[in-house]
């Protein structure tokens, strides 16, 4: 249980509701023993009777009245008593599923892109999901089944031997051979509730693929080839299932074997010592009770057992991503960002992934206020810069400036507070276009909205919709357009109201009337701001303040397009060719 040590800290958070459960369990279990000692009691009483003592009928009706009001008022407290264990035990069970939930999601915000392009979305969601459920079970049912066994196996065997030792020792012989059992068992179980976890990973994985690109499944027919790769895994997976269930089948038939063995044994050492006159019929009768009260807790240990085993291998599994360092550490200085200025000094970069180098000893400097065009082939190196400002990767050499301060030194919620990124191929979620472009500014008026929307030229083709600002978007925002996708990105980065705005190629899916618009607006948004603007159309950036040009991940050309135009070199190149083409 080494790996499930790393949740100690929430059974110490939730120690006291914990406590209470343990004595409402004992409590319980002290009231669930009283019927079989009153069962015992009448039973000698009857014996008493028969045997034409002394009692009179009279006494006889009293004592079994007695006793069995006695017993329907324990039965009801002990059911009620009962009742409160589960309530306080198994609610902690899901406060600490909430917490460890939180935890994991916590961290995995907090870890680095590269994580994220080594891992499958389907095994970190299986993670958060299934793996914690499984360790759910063990704070709730195995830690509840594993306080009533012990509470009561104590107080049962402790007055069964108080009661008649010898009968007791003779009744527990089994329970060593039970102890051997599950220990050899325990291995086993581990071992294949770790390969099923692994196996329903690698299934969560493959479907979350298929079902983000069913479009490219269906165009190019693949439906059978697909579904035939799903059914070898999920027959592999029922095979790893099966092979645990079959393991785990084991241990309730040998359970019973155990609890009928001892019973025969009551039955045989205690029906000799009440035919030798030793002990009474009712004692006999306690510990056949007792022997089967006796039943469900040893029958339950293997259930727990496989529980425990199912949530040490899934905590292993979680455990593995807790412990991964993220590589992006946040500053510790409390720094703003208030104008702006970018300095790239010697910067290179190195992508750990592929080992490509995206950025080659990089230099240039952007003042507050400035907006910068960037150009470059693909693979040149463009979308590496943003990359770098916002910190989604650390250079391997050199130094990144803002404000004139070392860009590792900005808390990076500070940083990504100051910074309007528009992605490449922007991600909308499955959400209301209101909703969506809130992302940006939570507290953020219907007025601001719009606003932003107009500034994107978006708003005039929301309000034609039926719900307009209330439509709920597909996944990825599918049930809009290409350039519709791009332009609600672009208002939910310009209503952060951002000091540095970063534009990567996010206009190549509109018309070019509605390009001229947008980057007109942006001009007099961007009067107090830093833009950079990623494009591969020259007409979308030549009236920046500076363009620098970029090539196998060298700054080649840096200036305004007037003079790179007039140095008849790589960008001078690039815009010939785009003026012919549209001339044709």
């Not at 069962?39 to 009245?65: C, P, T, Y």
């Not at 935890?103 to 793996?131: A, P, V, W």
């Not at 020259?538 to 363009?547: E, G, L, P, R």
Request: glycine content about 6%; hydrophobic content about 40%.
């Amino acid at each position: 249980m080494k790996e499930l040590k790393s949740l100690n800290k929430y059974l110490i958070k939730y120690k006291s509701k914990l406590l209470f459960g343990f004595f409402i369990t004992v409590v319980a279990r002290i009231f669930s023993l009283i019927a079989p000692r009153l069962i015992g009691n009448s039973l000698s009483a009857v014996e008493r009777f028969l045997n034409k003592s002394n009692m009179d009928i009279i006494i006889l009706k009293e004592i079994l009245l007695t006793n069995i009001s006695i017993i329907m008022a324990t039965a009801l407290a002990s059911g009620f008593f009962t009742f409160l264990m589960r309530q306080s035990i198994i609610n902690v069970s899901r406060y600490i599923e909430f917490d460890l939930k939180n935890e994991i999601f916590i961290h995995y915000q907090s870890l680095s892109q590269n994580f994220y392009k080594n891992n499958r979305t389907g095994d970190l969601m299986n993670r958060i999901s299934e793996d914690v459920g499984k360790v759910r079970m063990y704070f709730g049912p195995a830690i509840m089944y594993s306080i009533n066994t012990i509470s009561l196996f104590i107080i049962v065997i402790s007055y069964m031997a108080s009661v008649d030792p010898k009968l007791t020792l003779y009744t527990i012989l089994p329970l060593p051979i039970l102890s051997f059992l599950i220990f050899k068992l325990n291995k086993a179980i581990h071992k294949r509730s770790t390969k099923v976890q692994e196996m329903l990973s690698k299934l969560s994985s493959f479907t979350q693929e298929i079902f983000s690109g069913i479009n490219v499944i269906k165009s190019y027919n693949l439906s059978s080839r697909i579904l035939s790769k799903f059914i070898n895994l999920a027959e592999v997976s029922k095979d790893k299932n099966m092979s645990l269930v079959i393991l785990q089948a084991w241990f309730f038939p040998l359970m019973l074997l155990l609890i009928g063995v001892s019973n025969l044994i009551v039955i045989l050492i205690g029906g000799t010592q009440y035919l030798n006159g030793e002990i009474e019929i009712g004692i006999l009768a306690e510990f056949i009770i007792y022997v089967n009260m006796l039943t469900w807790p040893v029958t339950v240990v293997g259930w727990l057992t496989s529980i425990i085993q199912q949530a040490e291998a899934s905590q292993k599994r979680i455990n593995d991503f807790l412990k991964e360092i993220p590589k992006i550490k946040s500053g510790s200085s409390n720094n703003k960002i208030k104008n702006g200025s970018i300095e790239f000094k010697n910067v290179t970069l190195v992508y750990p992934e592929t080992n490509i180098k995206a950025l080659d000893n990089v230099s240039f400097k952007i003042k507050n206020n400035e907006t910068i065009g960037v150009l470059g082939e693909v693979g040149s190196g463009k979308t590496s810069l943003f990359e770098l400002i916002t910190r989604l990767y650390d250079p391997n050499y050199g130094n990144i400036y803002i404000d004139g301060l070392d860009l590792k030194s900005y808390k990076l919620g500070e940083l990504r507070k100051k910074i309007g990124y528009v992605t490449q191929n922007p991600f909308l979620f499955s959400e209301s276009i209101i909703n969506n472009i809130k992302f940006g500014k939570k507290n953020s008026s219907l007025e601001e909205i719009k606003s932003a929307a107009s500034l994107a030229s978006i708003d005039d083709e929301i309000q034609k919709f039926k719900f307009q600002y209330n439509t709920i978007l597909g996944e990825r925002g599918i049930t809009l357009s290409g350039g519709q996708v791009q332009r609600i990105s672009i208002a939910r980065a310009l209503i952060k109201q951002p000091k540095i705005i970063l534009l990567d190629d996010c206009l190549s899916s509109v018309d070019t009337d509605t390009e001229e618009i947008i980057l007109k607006n942006l001009n007099k948004y961007s009067e107090n701001k830093t833009t950079i603007i990623i494009s591969h159309r020259i007409s979308s950036i030549k009236s920046a303040d500076n363009i620098m040009v970029l090539k196998k991940g060298r700054l080649i050309e840096f200036g305004g397009h007037k003079k790179l135009v007039e140095n008849k070199g790589y960008y001078n190149e690039i815009y010939e060719k785009q003026q012919a083409e549209q001339k044709k």
